[in-house]
């Protein structure tokens, strides 16, 4: 079956630690994105790709970073200078250029920063 | 620039209740709108689209309609069931960006 992947679905960081959330997928799909959803609160793009080895800024890059070394993985590390990196990460991809078509998402990991 | 704007929630209506959930959009041109949904703990699924004017999205016994002149993408549905809990969410496809969304919790 086609989808999204992201794992682990749960992972406990303790402050100061850099974290690496995974997400895969196998739809051919160019474009991927990495969102942040705080409880209660809506999806904010972190980082976006639309093709391998180029990725642009959202609107809260600041304490992570990306990688787009291969089509299917976008993996996504929250990084010590994230100052606030408990959330609900959502990982997705698009046919196409970013800003055209359908998104679909991958089930999520929560991070908990202990 | 686009972008849009989506009815605040949380909703809490009765089972069988008829659901309304308002979205209006600003956007250059005649952009793709979507409704998600996300149900407790899960990522986003899309539940409807509609690629042009007047086209009415339809699944599961809730549609929206592309609204021209009204710049609207209202999400309803005839009777609501305690499954449908969960929260929507409205969407532009030319912004990777979505609006706070709209929790729905239906009681039986």
Partial sequence: DGGITQSPKYLFRKEGQNVTLSCEQNLNHDAMYWYRQDPGQGLRLIYYSQIVNDFQKGDIAEGY??????????????????????????????????????????EGSRLTVL | GNSVTQMEGPVTLSEEAFLTINCTYTATGYPSLFWYVQYPGEGLQLLLKATKADDKGSNKGFEATYRKETTSFHLEKGSVQVSDSAVYFCALRNDMRFGAGTRLTVKP
Avoid at chain 1, 80 to 106: D, I, V
């Fill in chain 1, 65 to 106: 970073s990306v990688s787009r070394e291969k089509k299917e993985s976008f993996p996504l590390t929250v990084t010590s200078a994230q100052k606030n990196p408990t959330a609900f990460y959502l990982c997705a991809s698009s046919m196409g250029r970013a800003n055209t078509g359908e998104l679909f998402f991958g």
